[in-house]
Nanobody, 120 residues
Framework: QVQLQESGPGLVKPSQTLSLTCTVSGGSITTSNYYWNWVRQSPGKGPEWIGNIDYRGSSGYSPSLKSRTSISWDTSKNQFTLQLSSVIPEDTAVYYC????????????WGQGTQVTVSS
């Protein structure tokens, strides 16, 4: 059973960098055909895909957030990390990490989500 768990600060000041880590258990992040994603949902809005890192270590980003986003991994800890720079209050959301399976063409595992509030 694969499990994903987000961790990081719940409060970030405007203009600072938001940093979240997703720790994966029950499976390796280097296993072929899986993409490791960050998704957020703000109050009153639908889910927004932020970006991902694949099993080869290649990252992809939403065009609207690309200039502020970096996703990396630490294979020794089986973790991947989101950094979102120059945050604004509109970045306030519940942030989720999730696994996407190429074979299933679907997200098959999600973290429970972590609330991040951008406020001074």
């Amino acid at each position: 059973q694969v499990q994903l768990q987000e961790s990081g600060p719940g409060l970030v000041k405007p203009s600072q960098t938001l940093s979240l880590t997703c720790t994966v258990s029950g499976g390796s992040i280097t296993t072929s055909n899986y993409y490791w994603n960050w998704v957020r949902q703000s109050p009153g809005k639908g889910p927004e895909w932020i970006g991902n890192i694949d099993y080869r270590g290649s990252s992809g980003y939403s065009p609207s957030l690309k200039s502020r986003t970096s996703i990396s991994w630490d294979t020794s800890k089986n973790q991947f990390t989101l950094q979102l720079s120059s945050v604004i209050p509109e970045d306030t959301a519940v942030y989720y990490c999730a696994r996407f399976s190429e074979l299933k063409r679907a997200y098959d595992y999600w973290g429970q989500g972590t609330q991040v509030t951008v406020s001074s």
